[in-house]
């Protein structure tokens, strides 16, 4: 897929970027306001579809200390896929379109080589799928009991690992990372593992630390 291998080109980029003095990129990182902007892709399947893909638009900021940071994002995903929903006895397909996702993360940023700085952390992320409507033909009770079910399951908070490579010069970033979402039975998604690969820069708007006079 196109999308996938720009991205692996952009994550070959960032990890083959030389050093750029360490003593300035810790001044321009340490105890500072990020803001983002990030593009990428993200694998998702039902128990109708297996490993789609769909693209992902989004911003993000993140605020550091001098070996971890906050993080906190929003991306929009566009799709249009499948997924399933049951009464108990049987299966119905459900078409579903589009996902918002909002993540909160504590990452740790352990070392540095020059001008890259690796990380990794773990939050949590509130999937809300945009579209969602019953695709098969039932009778009208039954057709109000799914629906209600899809509404229920629409929306859905999952744990997430993140892992990522940054390179700094002076206030202007670029990384990579990667990030994994177990989905529970309980979403459209029906329990399957949702992947995250994404990349973008990051510019420092500041410090983080109110000077005192």
Not at 164 to 172: E, I, K, S, V, W
């Amino acid at each position: 897929m196109r999308t996938v291998r720009w991205m692996a080109a952009g994550l070959t980029l960032v990890a083959l970027t030389p050093a750029l003095g360490a003593a300035q990129t810790s001044r321009s990182f340490n105890d500072s306001w990020f803001w983002g902007v990030k593009g990428g892709v993200i694998s998702y399947s039902t128990a109708a579809e297996h490993n789609k893909w769909a693209p992902s638009i989004g911003a993000e900021w993140l605020i550091t200390r001098s070996r971890g940071a906050l993080y906190i994002s929003g991306e929009q995903a566009f799709f249009t896929g499948t997924s399933t929903v049951s009464d108990g006895t049987f299966n119905y397909n459900v078409a579903i379109k589009d996902m918002r996702r909002y993540t909160a993360a504590l990452l740790a940023f352990p070392v540095t080589w020059g001008a890259l700085r690796p990380y990794g952390g773990i939050g949590l992320s509130m999937n809300l799928i945009q579209h969602a409507v019953l695709s098969d033909g039932v009778d009208p009770t039954t057709a109000a009991f799914l629906q209600s079910s899809i509404n229920d399951q629409k929306d859905a908070v999952s744990f997430l690992a993140l892992a990522g490579l940054q390179a700094q010069y002076q206030r202007f970033s670029v990384f990579g990372q990667a990030g994994y979402m177990p989905m529970k039975n309980t979403s459209l998604f029906n329990g399957r593992t949702t992947y995250v690969l994404e990349g973008g820069i990051r510019i420092n708007f500041g410090s983080s630390i109110e000077s005192t006079p």
